[in-house]
């Protein structure tokens, strides 16, 4: 099921900058009982990423009865939310008044392994590194074609997962995913202000750490880092919290923290038990 | 006119990669009397591309007869040819077969002043820089959200072009053009592997540049270089040759290599006199 503009429809018009440009920015949801899950950690991001391109965002009103109109019957589904610039003419320049396009589809939950959640994932690092720019880093925008990339490193490999390093050899975040480590019972999570996308069930943790009494840092970290903690996990809004269980030689045991992390999630209606 | 993988159309699947993640690459023609210019030079570009994205490249010789029969009867035109990987499914892994999707759209011919070409233009520094990525440089690709906002960094000035530069304060090209500069009767342009899209008329340019009896030389080139330059000039395939008459303070006489490549071009029917 497709909406465009709150229309049954799944053809947009091939002017819109979306497909001209990838000028646009998506949201994924979990969806469970009709409900897509962390609606205002992905709002929030939503818009403040609008406000960077100046693209005017839809009321979250409008989203919200659009999004629930297509994902209420759903038990367990992946809703994604697009948001283009709207039409415009060939050429970069801005169009005078762009109409945002609303594009919400409903997808089956993927069909992850139970013991990804439940036991962790063997997990390599990428070859290819992302680039490095402030001024598009943290958005989940449309030009996505690092990540089209990254995730054919992996094609015919057993990895669902890798860790990504940028240009600076700084580790950015996974092909999908957030990453996080434990060391000494404290979290860190790269920073995100040159590269990567600050994912909202990464948000989530950073915001409900202190309620596990855990400290949580962000800034910059190397593959070093990541090779030499206790625990590591990457997260996103469907995969949920996938702990690593061995990157290269290297075993990782699944502690407590990530558990006590998963777990909270789970209680707090940001990500779905699988 | 619009052709979607051949036939009359504007409105394209939802599920197309290029609305999804900027899964694709594009080529801009200029048409004149009803042929697309720098045809070779265009298609070369957009099957090494391909091979470097994976996308299989449609045949050339299908291209031609769809290109043709779009631009057949325009006297002077700007033909917009993208190609993306294809439909699939949610998530950034490549879909298992995906047949490319190809989207031939006309354009008016921009009314862009006389001027620019004849007596050339005021031209600026953007603030914003480009990242720095060798697995993207290069290609003509759907993913031009830098193109988008250093364009919206101009808007409202006079400024129809500005030189653009990387995080590494590297000299890349235009908003929308290649750069070259002339100095000591040589030319020069910047090196592109890490950042910036090799134009085709650039490449006309190195290619031709020994029948002029020129030196062109590519390589990492900075600010100070371009500012202490004897010429510049900005150069894409529908633009032509832009020559710059002054870059902030300082001015450029406009003498007559920048003059020699453009008729050039002109003969060799790679641009269009204005």
């Known amino acids: 099921v497709i909406l465009i503009n709150g229309e049954l429809n799944d053809k947009l018009s091939v002017r819109d900058r979306a497909i001209q440009y990838g000028d646009g920015l998506f949201e994924t949801f979990a969806v469970k009982n009709g409900e ?12 403040s990423s609008s406000i960077r391109l100046g693209i005017e965002c839809p ?9 629930s109109s297509i994902s209420q019957h759903a038990r367990r589904a992946v809703l994604k939310l697009i948001i283009s610039r709207g039409e415009g003419g060939r050429g970069y320049q801005l169009p005078t008044s762009a109409l945002p396009t609303r594009i919400i589809s409903l ?3 993927p069909d992850y392994p139970v013991n990804y959640m439940n036991e962790g994932i063997v997990a390599t690092v990428c070859k290819m590194r992302m680039a490095c720019n402030p001024v ?11 990540q089209v990339l990254l995730k054919k490193e992996l094609l015919g490999s057993d ?3 890798a860790v990504v390093l940028d240009i600076n050899d700084n580790v950015i975040e996974g092909c999908m995913s957030n990453i996080f480590l434990v060391k000494n019972k404290q ?13 909202v069930v990464r948000e989530g943790i950073v915001q409900l ?10 800034l910059p970290l190397q593959i070093n880092d990541v090779m030499n903690a206790d625990e590591v996990f990457f997260c996103n809004s469907v995969a949920g919290i996938w702990p690593v269980k061995k990157i290269n030689d290297k ?11 998963q777990k909270l999630l789970i209680d707090k209606n940001l990500i779905i038990a699988q």
């Open 107 to 109: 997808h089956e939950w």
């Open 187 to 199: 979290l860190f999570t790269p920073d995100l202000s040159n590269s990567g996308v600050e994912g």
């Open 209 to 218: 750490a202190e309620s596990l009494k855990l400290k949580c840092e962000i």
């Open 36 to 47: 897509a899950l962390a609606w205002d950690l992905h709002i929030t991001r939503l818009q």
């Open 59 to 67: 009321d979250p009103a409008l989203l919200k009865r659009e999004v």
């Open 159 to 161: 990895f669902p997962e």
């Open 136 to 146: 598009l880093a943290g958005m989940k925008h449309l030009n996505r074609l690092e």
């Open 251 to 261: 075993i990782f045991t699944m502690e407590s923290i990530t558990r006590r992390v």
